[in-house]
């Protein structure tokens, strides 16, 4: 009795693991636009981008979060200066 209701537990364990990590499943949200179809970001976005890309590059390069601003804001300083060059 015990091993069948362990049995029964460890295939409802398995299968629902099986759903849950599925690439479609129906559980699963898309947040971010795919490859194959881009979106144009709005500002705020764009910064927010730009704010967590920096901060990880200073988190990268091990500058103490009390000395991260000057950092931060000179990189998303740079890559905004970058992005209305391309235009």
Do not use: F, W, Y
Not at 20 to 48: E, F, I, N, Y
Not at 70 to 83: H, S
């Amino acid at each position: 009795m015990r091993r069948s209701v362990l049995l029964v537990a460890l295939v409802i364990a398995l299968s629902s693991l099986a759903v849950l990590s599925a690439p479609g499943g129906v559980a699963m949200a898309q947040t971010t636009p795919t490859a194959s179809a881009p979106t144009k970001l709005s500002k705020s976005a764009l910064r927010k981008q730009d704010r967590q890309e920096c901060t990880k590059q200073a988190r990268d390069q091990h500058i103490a979060r009390r000395n991260r601003a000057a950092l931060v804001r000179q990189c998303m300083a740079d890559r905004q200066a970058a992005r209305r060059a391309a235009r």
